[in-house]
C-alpha cells in the first residue's frame, strides 16, 4: 500500500472509513436487508460487504491514480459506459461462493480467495444458507456488530483493504461481456497501489468523514442497492435457459450450448453456461423453499 509524494493510498482512506462508519452502516444493512425480500445472491452479501460498497461509492466522482514503486502515477477511469464497466466491480455472494467452491479458482491452500477477499473472506452458499441464517449470523445488539470482519464477495482486480491491483489476474476474470476494461487494467496496472492526490483527499475527508454525506445520502429510503456481479454473457444467458429448459436439460452441455447460441447470438464457454445453470438451479431451489415463507 505505497503512495508517492502528494498522494493519499485508498488503503488509508478505507481504513479510516471502515473504522468510523462500520456500525452505523450495518445498522442501515440490518433495516434495509432484514426484511423477507431479502435476496442474499442478487444483493451485496454480509453488512461489512454493505459498508466496503458504501465506501467505493464514494469514488465514483474522484480521481483515482494507480502508482508503482518507483512513484510513476498514471489516473485511471473507475466507471465508463454508465456504469458498464467498473473499476471495483464485484462478483456476488453466490459467485463468489462458487468460485471458492472450485478448487481451480480458489487455488492450492486458497491463494485466489486470500488475495483478492483477504483472510475475512468467508463463502456464503446463498443456494442452501436461508433468510433466516443470514439474520441469525448477523442482526442483533451492537457487540454483534463488533464482531469479527466478513466479506461473503470477491473483487474482481483489486486486492481487499490493500487497495493495490493484483500483480496477477484472478481466475475469475473472464468471460466478462466488456472484454477490454478490467482485462486491460489488469494486464497494464497489476502490482500498482490505488491512491487519491492530496487536495481530492482532503475534499473526500471532508465531505465523507466530517459532514458524513455518505450517511446523509442513506438517510430515510436506503438507495446504496449495486447490481452485483460481473456484467456478463451469464447474465444474458440464464433467461433464454429458463425459457429453453424450464425443468432442466438432459442433454449434453455441447447442444445446451449451440441451441442457446443460436437464440442469443453469442459465443460463450461450456463453462460460462455451466455457471449459467448452477445459479438458475440455485434459484429455483431457493424458489421451492421459500414458497410458503411469510
Known amino acids: 500500500m505505497f503512495s508517492p509524494t502528494n498522494y493519499v493510498s485508498l488503503a488509508e482512506l478505507w481504513k479510516e472509513f471502515f473504522q468510523k462508519f462500520r456500525a452505523p452502516l450495518a445498522r442501515i444493512a440490518f433495516e434495509k436487508y432484514g426484511g423477507d425480500d431479502f435476496a442474499l445472491g442478487d444483493k451485496f452479501g454480509s453488512p461489512d460487504d454493505f459498508c466496503e460498497d458504501a465506501f467505493l461509492s464514494t469514488l465514483t466522482e474522484v480521481p483515482v491514480f494507480a502508482t508503482d514503486s518507483d512513484g510513476q502515477v498514471m489516473r485511471l477511469e473507475v466507471e465508463l459506459g454508465g456504469g458498464r464497466s467498473k473499476l471495483f466491480q464485484k462478483m456476488s455472494a453466490f459467485e463468489s461462493f462458487s468460485a471458492a467452491s472450485n478448487p481451480k479458482e480458489a487455488g492450492e491452500g486458497n491463494y485466489w480467495l486470500r488475495k483478492f477477499g483477504s483472510d475475512d473472506f468467508v463463502p456464503w452458499d446463498a443456494s442452501t444458507q436461508t433468510i433466516a441464517d443470514w439474520k441469525a449470523k448477523n442482526l442483533g445488539s451492537d457487540e454483534q456488530i463488533d ?23 484472478p481466475p475469475w476474470l473472464f468471460d466478462v461481456l466488456d472484454e477490454h476494461f478490467l482485462p486491460d487494467v489488469a494486464e497494464h496496472f497489476g502490482g500498482r497501489s490505488l491512491c487519491m492526490d492530496i487536495p481530492s483527499a482532503k475534499a473526500w475527508r471532508f465531505n465523507v468523514m466530517q459532514k458524513q454525506s455518505v450517511l446523509r445520502n442513506l438517510e430515510g429510503e436506503v438507495s446504496l442497492n449495486p447490481k452485483r456481479g460481473r456484467p456478463s454473457k451469464k447474465e444474458r444467458i440464464k433467461p433464454i435457459y429458463r425459457a429453453l429448459y424450464p425443468e432442466g436439460h438432459r442433454e449434453s452441455l455441447k447442444k445446451v450450448r449451440n441451441l442457446i447460441e443460436t437464440h442469443s447470438g453469442l459465443e460463450f464457454s461450456e463453462k460460462t453456461l455451466s455457471r449459467a445453470i448452477s445459479e438458475v438451479k440455485g434459484e429455483r431451489d431457493n424458489k421451492t423453499k421459500y414458497s410458503g415463507q411469510k
Not at 152 to 158: E, G, I, K, N, Y
Open 147 to 169: 464482531s469479527p470482519v466478513r466479506f461473503h464477495t470477491l473483487p474482481f482486480v483489486f486486492e481487499r483493504g490493500r487497495y493495490v491491483i493484483a500483480d496477477e489476474a
